[in-house]
């Protein structure tokens, strides 16, 4: 039993932690003023190179000469990323640019430091709505109506579209996640599929974070433009899918001592019980005579039945308490033999 209850202990207490961690990366950015919150973003977009590098002729306060066909104005540019890198120099011309952009799953904060501080200016929360640099960076203004598929470098451009179609999956996933741990904690039986769903919905947010990251990375970092995966997001999703797969594995072990202990390994050990009918004669005229207990299986053996014989003065004596011929009362009792 007392094994038993450490099971239990340990198996509620790694559950309760791997739904923490879940919760913990779902709610990452929605509250500004916690470090652990802001600091839980699953990738980060650093223009620190960006902003060390001046272009020929430029200065901070203004960027003459940043055109489309300027190509060679630029440090590291090419003609594919001539358009996108055309409109960062002038937004940081304007004073529009952060040095960090920090992508959560319902929101964005902009900060001057790779640690997110609580003076970092954040989009509203939002359901719907997905990280879009033309927005965040205000781009918009220099590259007109161009497509932003157009402007973005081939490979941004797929990176971009995938998470575009992956954000909404991304937050549903990790909703799924944290209401299959909460059932796991109602009904142990379904820990092991809980966990192995937790591990995919750990490895597809993995998978897709990375592939946007290294997105941005190859495509922009020859300008000084590069994208980082969030450490503390990643790090916290795995911890989450090691926890759970721990509790399941003492979950099944509770499970299984508890069937051990009270299953039909323990009912062999006790001795088999087999109810048999009795017949019990009481001897109604003398009862200084013993009495006898008859057992009695289904099949009648007429050898215990008992045989009287009577003397004549046995006979006056059963005239005189009421012509009975039976002087013994017929009985049945449940007795129990130990086989």
Not at 65 to 86: C, H, K, L, R
Not at 277 to 286: A, T
Request: aromatic share 12%; with cysteine.
């Amino acid at each position: 039993m007392a094994v038993r209850g450490f099971g239990l202990f340990v198996a509620l207490g790694l559950s309760l932690s791997s739904l923490a961690g879940i919760l913990l990366a779902i709610l990452g950015g929605i509250n500004n003023d916690s470090y652990v919150l802001r600091n839980l973003f699953p990738f980060q977009i650093d223009l620190t190179t960006f902003f060390a590098n001046e272009p020929e002729g430029a200065h901070r306060g203004a960027i003459p000469g940043i055109t489309n066909n300027s190509v060679g104005d630029i440090p590291g540019m090419t003609s594919e990323t001539q358009a996108f890198a055309s409109a960062l120099w002038h937004a940081r011309g304007a004073d529009v640019l952060s040095q960090f952009y920090n992508v959560y799953l319902w929101d964005y904060c902009t900060s001057d430091t790779s640690v997110v501080a609580s003076s970092a200016v954040c989009s509203p929360h939002s359901s719907h709505d997905k990280f879009d640099p033309f927005t965040a960076m205000d781009l918009s203004r220099w590259t007109g109506s161009q497509p932003e598929d157009s402007v973005y470098p081939e490979k941004l451009a797929s990176g971009m579209r995938v998470y575009r179609a992956a954000v909404n999956w991304l937050r549903a996933s990790l909703i799924l996640a944290a209401i299959a741990k909460f059932i796991e904690l109602v009904l142990a039986v379904v820990a092991v599929g809980a966990s192995v769903f937790i591990l995919l919905v750990t490895i597809t947010q993995t998978a897709i974070w990375s592939f946007v990251v290294a997105a941005w990375h190859n495509s922009l970092s020859s300008i000084g433009v590069d994208a980082h995966l969030g450490k503390g997001f990643v790090i916290i999703l795995w911890l989450a899918t090691i926890l759970s797969f721990s509790s399941s594995i003492w979950w099944l072990f509770t499970l299984v001592c508890a069937n051990h202990r009270s299953g039909p390994g323990r009912r062999r050990w006790m001795p088999n019980v087999r109810a048999t009918q009795s017949y019990r004669y009481d001897n109604m005229g003398n009862t200084s005579q013993p009495q006898h207990d008859f057992p009695m299986s289904t099949d009648v053996n007429f050898a215990h039945t008992p045989v009287h014989s009577r003397s004549p003065s046995e006979a006056a004596e059963e005239q005189l308490i009421g012509n009975s011929y039976e002087n013994y009362r017929h009985q049945a009792a449940i007795s129990e033999d130990k086989v």
